[in-house]
């Protein structure tokens, strides 16, 4: 029996010896699959962040941004590009085409022709508040806005009571904001517009996550509609940093148009496009207004462009560079921030050493700092070619205007920064009326004696190995800025 007790504790021991190498064994290869599956995992997400990014087309430097975050975190940095890169929505362009289809099936074209076009241009943006404020009043049938910012300071607070005070008396108002651009603006300020009877929509909020597209496409578009007859458009926000009654030393310089005729109409549609989209209602509810056709106005001609992740191509940027590549004489631009793609800075370059006069009001000092820092390339090499560049030094600038051979003007909200080019959805208008071209060069005019031009000291300062450096590392990330 012992004999037998002896061979069964051998062959216990045995069988536990065999079985605990056959589980190495087994968590070896588990472990060597596991390995091997978390590095396909890596390869593949490496791989996806190269790709998008090679095919964004907003800057060579974009890839040491995303290239060392591909190697050395690709499945954090895939993440990071599905939730905020990219640039394009195959899924939301559609969705803006269906609203256009719509919009076509309903009426004939609407021309581009026939509008009267006002400059809103007060340094405090008194004109503008007050324009908004009468055309909220005068409003019969609707009221459609949208804006980046709605502040919640003494602006803010009168357009909402207007627009309640007018729900209440039976006009349709909607109102549309930029989740993150009015992210610090606490709900209760369109609670009085809300019990009205009016709508309130907040656009592709980052947190939490629609998925409608990336948090990092904003709704940049500053736009009022008033029964599809009258707009008002530019880059001014609602708040007191862009607009009020009284004087203000910590206001921006900016400007706004009025326009009315059937430019109305095609500006009307992005806003239902855009409801649509933060909303999920179907383009087929605003058949009515979508069949609107607006009378003449004036002599203005006015080509509306709405740009995006939701547009085929970049039309603004398009735009852009046919009139930089055609000017005869001239290029003005009016911008806070100067950070063009490579095309459009070669296009100036061109231009500038071609004889043409090229010329770029930009602030002494954005509220983008680093982004002023990522300019200073791009003025210095514009400086070199023969370009002026002019400071404004009293307040933070924040006009958008181009205008080429004094014939063509373009406005509306974008930057000439890769953001509103690539990333952001914008709106423009490219305008070809003498009398307004005119009162836009007058206002650039009138900018001009507080302005101090690109000094010797400043370029030879940017020219330092340490200012150098700052601008190449600030250029990597100019692209999310």
């Known amino acids: 029996m012992s004999a037998f007790r002896g061979y069964g504790r051998l062959a216990l021991r045995t069988g536990l010896a065999l079985g605990a190498t056959a589980a190495v064994l087994v968590g ?8 091997k599956a978390v590095l396909a995992v890596d390869v593949v997400c490496g791989l996806y962040v190269l790709f998008r ?6 800057s060579p430097l974009y890839l040491l941004l995303w290239g060392p975050l591909a190697w050395f975190a ?8 599905l939730l905020f890169g990219g640039r394009k929505h195959t899924a939301l362009a559609e969705a803006k085409r269906e609203v256009n289809r719509v919009a076509w ?26 324009s908004l404020r009468d055309e909220i009043l005068a409003a019969r049938r609707r009221i459609h806005i949208a804006t980046y910012i709605l502040s919640p300071d003494e602006v803010g ?7 309640a005070r007018r729900a209440r008396e039976g006009v349709e108002v909607r109102l549309l904001v930029d989740a993150v651009g009015s992210w610090g603006t606490p709900l209760v300020l369109c609670r009085p517009l809300l019990r009205a009877g009016g709508r309130v929509a907040r656009f592709n909020p980052a947190l939490p996550l629609q998925g409608k597209g990336s948090a990092n496409w904003r709704n940049h578009r500053k736009l009022a509609v008033f029964d599809g007859r009258v707009a008002i458009i530019g880059g001014q926000n609602l708040g007191l940093g862009y607009m009020g009654r009284r004087p203000s030393n910590r206001r921006f310089r900016d ?4 326009l009315e005729g059937p430019v109305a109409g095609a500006l009307e549609r992005i806003f239902i496009a855009d409801w649509c989209q933060a909303t999920d209602e179907p383009p087929r509810r605003y058949a009515d207004q979508l069949r609107e056709r607006q009378v003449a106005a004036g002599p203005a ?15 603004l940027w398009e735009a852009y560079a046919r009139l930089f590549e055609t000017a005869a004489t001239s290029i003005t631009i009016v911008t806070p921030y100067f950070v063009p793609d490579r095309h459009l800075f070669a296009l100036l370059g061109a231009a500038a050493r071609r004889g043409r006069r090229v010329r770029l009001v930009i602030p002494r000092r954005s509220d983008h700092r680093l982004l002023d820092f990522a300019r200073r390339w791009y003025l ?10 002019l400071f404004f030094k009293p307040d933070v600038l924040h006009a958008k205007l181009v205008v080429v051979d004094g014939a063509t003007a373009v406005i509306g909200s974008a930057n000439l920064d890769m953001r509103s080019l690539f990333l952001n959805y914008e709106v423009g208008a490219v305008l070809r009326e003498p009398a307004t071209v005119r009162a836009i060069e007058d206002y650039v005019a009138g900018l001009e004696p507080e302005c101090a031009r690109y000094s010797e000291d400043l370029y030879r300062r940017s020219r330092t190995w340490q200012g150098r450096l700052g601008e190449r590392l600030s250029r990597i990330v100019e692209p999310l800025l």
């Open 105 to 130: 099936s309903l009426a004939e074209p609407a021309e581009s022709r026939g509008n009267a076009v006002r400059l809103l241009g007060d340094r405090h943006g008194r004109d503008t508040l007050e």
């Open 380 to 389: 210095r090499t514009l400086h070199e070619a023969g370009a002026e560049i």
């Open 255 to 258: 400007c706004s148009f009025r």
């Open 157 to 163: 607070r009168e357009i909402v009571t207007l627009l």
């Open 301 to 315: 001609s006015i080509e509306v462009i709405a740009t995006g992740p939701d547009a085929e191509g970049d039309p």
């Open 28 to 35: 070896e290869s588990a472990g060597w699959l596991s390995a």
């Open 74 to 81: 690709p499945k954090g940095s895939a993440l990071a590009l």
């Open 53 to 58: 990014v090679g095919s964004a087309r907003i």
